[in-house]
């Protein structure tokens, strides 16, 4: 079986920042894209910022230059470095893997979410 554990969500004011962390565990053989959704009341879950496993990155644009995303491939693990937050940033963050536990069939998996919410 495969876990993933998110931490470092929380209450935070505007403009400031949180850091989120993703850890893998369980039968895995390989990762490849690591990544980081968000989901709003009310609205879709959309891609955040992913990273393959050379380190290539992808981020969406509200977020560019304010978000930083990275990994460590050893520890099986993906964080996300939020800076200057707004209040638009309030979402539940859901760490996404795409993980094989053999040698050719590559899923997805989910973590349960941490809440992030700026507000004043």
């Known amino acids: 079986q495969v876990q993933l554990v998110e931490s470092g969500g929380g209450l935070v004011q505007p403009g400031g920042s949180l850091r989120l962390s993703c850890a893998a565990s369980?039968?895995?053989?390989?990762?490849?894209?690591m990544g980081w959704y968000r989901q709003a009341p009310g609205k879709q879950r959309e891609l955040v910022a992913s990273?393959?496993?050379?380190?290539?990155?992808n981020y969406e644009d509200s977020v560019k230059g304010r978000f930083t995303i990275s990994r460590d491939n050893a520890k099986k693990t993906v964080s996300l470095q939020m800076n200057s937050l707004n209040p638009e940033d309030t979402a539940l963050y859901l760490c996404?893997?795409?993980?094989?536990?053999?040698?050719?069939?590559?899923?997805?998996?989910w973590g349960q979410g941490t809440q992030v919410t700026v507000s004043a």
């Open positions: 996404n893997v795409w993980l094989s536990q053999g040698a050719i069939m590559f899923n997805s998996y």
């Open positions: 369980g039968s895995i053989f390989r990762i490849n894209v």
């Open positions: 990273i393959t496993s050379e380190g290539s990155t």
